[in-house]
């Protein structure tokens, strides 16, 4: 059956227009069979630019021409963007006579569109290849991860679209897809850490993090790569240099994450090692069983109150397998000692082993998962080099027996997530700030801080009924100084009992003054700042502006109105993050005292008294 030359012409052009590529991860560039195409002069490469920054969707005539002119457009500017535009459609090979377009290049309102795929575009493939990177590193699967990342990285060929950044709407996507790709490259970074090959992208990544050098994730993949790979000193000279462009150019000194690397290199931590090598091993031998291994630490003697939730954890835990328990709380206030508690008492229920592994990094920020795997598989009896899946090992592990494991101050549900999807069966107990609602099918629960009466019992039990009942004035002042939270009353009732001459009305007055109260609540190694410090750096940098702002006024509470005018913002945007700073344990809600608005009476809320010494002090320092 014979064609005529239209049919002919129409297929050449659809296949020369699948057969085209773009890129804008660096200069403007289109390519055809890998050849690239002349695209033309200046104004015509600007339209197809702004197009393909805004990729598949229509680009308003107007926004195309405000990219063309900075000032006022000439009077042929309508028939000008067209001519540029006919340019283009011939450049792709689409046919501008009127007929019907099928091509990438298209007009409808209110402008044009370039309809392109992922594995046409770089920016849209770099986005496709960062989404399945990220989800390889939530299930565990490092090596897919690197592979898939490393793809990523090596699309970028920066800067962006360098000749027409003085074009304010490519400027501004250029600094949108620069931010894209140094994320990728931090996610790239932190998978192949924990593959090992410190030394692999230890060079790579020393440009970047000269040309970003405030990217905290970045400097700490950075500084961590140096470490393993033996170049301690460089490392050291990278975090100086750091903190004293911080110092210089921000008036900020580094974050408590750097800073907590920084110590932790100091200190030489087996944390800061290289993790197991994962050598390809035909096999890994599996203990039988764990054989009741506990690596719990010992339960609180002097253990007060938490009825309620103590039978409501135990509920949770002897409902049958695979049961997922979520205590959360502020920081203090005992969510690591009711876990531990109840697996105590839970002995007989799990006799295959109870351990708790801790889900923070000493630096503060979140462990990897495969590094907490590791620790879990030789707590129950793994010694000998495991492969990079050690999800499935674990989950060999533990399917057959009848264990808990804690996971003790969890950071995000992604942590937790990948965690839980390889555990075989037994029961988990997760401890975190946060509520962790994206974790489906766990049951919540929430600790309050203690009631006075419970409050008092603890502090009696560890300072002496008799001092306790001898000054009832001097104890409420304490009580009400530690508001309930447990660590501050036994940091307090553990120096009170080692001061047996100092009466309870003078330290009272010592915890009277803000700074001196967080001074007080430190003992040993157990520093009640510091934990206020992580909690605080784990809230979004706006988040910690409005409580700044909360700390920074003279009256104890505020309603949403307040912070509405004290941050310049609209109502709703305020009582959002007042409702995110609630979820973070930051603020109380009073529901007895309200506000009006738009017909609804609103609870206003009161910052506690140790998160407003601490913020303030804070403030102070960074001042």
């Known amino acids: 059956m014979m064609r005529n ?3 002919e012409n129409h297929e050449r052009v659809t296949r020369s227009v699948t057969d085209l590529r773009y890129g804008i991860l660096g200069s403007l560039e289109v390519l055809q069979n890998g050849r690239p195409l002349a695209i033309g002069a200046r104004k015509q490469r600007i339209v197809l630019a702004v197009l393909l920054c805004r990729a598949n969707t229509a680009v308003p005539v107007g926004a195309l021409r405000d990219a063309l002119w900075d000032d006022e457009p000439p009077r042929t500017a309508q028939k000008n963007l067209q001519v540029y535009v006919s340019g283009l459609r011939g450049l792709l090979g689409q046919r501008s006579d009127g007929a019907r377009c099928d091509g990438p290049l298209r007009h409808h309102l209110p402008g044009y569109s370039i309809q392109v795929g992922p594995d046409q575009l770089d920016t849209l493939r770099q986005q496709q290849l960062a989404r399945s990177g990220r989800q390889a590193m939530r299930d565990g699967a490092w090596q897919r991860a690197a592979d898939t990342l490393g793809e990523a990285v090596r699309l970028w060929r920066g800067p962006v679209l360098p000749d027409l950044v003085t074009v304010p709407e490519v400027a501004a996507e250029a600094d949108r897809l620069q931010a894209q790709h140094l ?17 692999d992208i230890v060079d790579a990544l020393d440009p970047p993090s000269r040309q970003q050098p405030f990217r905290e994730r970045l400097r700490r993949a950075q500084l961590l790569a140096l470490y393993r790979s033996g170049r301690h000193t460089e490392a050291f000279a990278q975090y100086e240099a750091m903190r004293q462009q911080l110092s210089r150019e921000l ?6 994450v750097l800073v907590g690397l920084y110590e932790s290199m100091l200190r030489g931590d087996v944390d800061l090692h290289v993790p197991e090598s994962a050598p390809a ?7 039988d069983g764990p054989a009741g291994h506990v690596n719990v630490p010992w339960d609180t003697p002097d253990f007060t109150g938490r009825a309620h939730e103590t039978d409501a954890l135990l509920g949770v835990l002897t409902a049958g397998r695979d049961t997922v328990a979520v205590v959360s709380g502020a920081a203090g206030v005992g969510k690591t000692a009711l876990a531990v508690h109840c697996a105590h008492r839970l002995a007989d229920r799990f006799p295959d082993g109870r351990v708790m592994v801790s889900l923070r990094a000493p630096d503060g920020g979140p462990r990897l998962v495969p590094e907490v795997l590791g620790e879990l598989l030789r707590e129950f009896g793994v010694t000998e080099p495991v492969p990079h899946d050690r999800a499935k090992l674990f989950r060999s592990v533990t399917a057959r027996h009848r264990m808990l494991v804690i996971l003790d101050d969890a950071v995000t549900e992604s942590q937790v997530r990948s965690l839980l999807a390889a555990t075989g069966g037994g029961a988990v107990v997760v401890t975190s700030r946060r509520q962790l609602v994206g974790l489906a099918s766990a049951v919540r629960i929430g600790l309050e801080p203690l009631s006075d009466a419970e409050a008092l019992e603890l502090l009696g039990r560890l300072v002496g009924p008799e001092r306790v009942t001898a000054q009832p004035a001097a104890v409420r002042r304490l009580l009400a100084s530690c508001r309930g939270l447990p660590l501050a009353l036994r940091i307090i009732g553990g120096k009170l009992d080692g001061l047996r001459h100092l009466p309870l009305d003078r330290y009272a007055d010592r915890l009277a003054d803000g700074r001196a109260l967080l001074t007080e609540l430190m003992a040993g190694d157990v520093d009640l700042r510091a934990r206020l410090s992580v909690w605080y750096h784990d809230l979004r940098p706006d988040d910690r502006a409005t409580l700044r702002l909360l700390a920074a006024s003279a009256e104890p509470g505020a309603s949403v109105s307040e912070v509405a005018r004290g941050l310049g913002v609209e109502f709703a945007q305020a009582e959002a993050a ?4 609630a979820e973070e344990h930051f603020v109380e809600l009073q529901p007895a005292e309200v506000e009006a608005h738009d017909g609804h009476a609103l609870p206003q809320f009161v910052l506690p008294p140790l998160v407003r010494s601490f913020v303030r002090d804070l403030s102070r320092h960074d001042a």
């Open 281 to 287: 091993v035909a096999a890994v031998s599996v203990p």
């Open 578 to 581: 007042v409702e995110r700073l």
């Open 5 to 7: 030359g239209a049919d």
């Open 183 to 199: 994320t990728v490259l931090e996610d790239w970074a932190e998978a192949n850490l924990a593959l090992g090959r410190h030394a």
């Open 251 to 256: 008036g900020l000194p580094p974050s408590p």
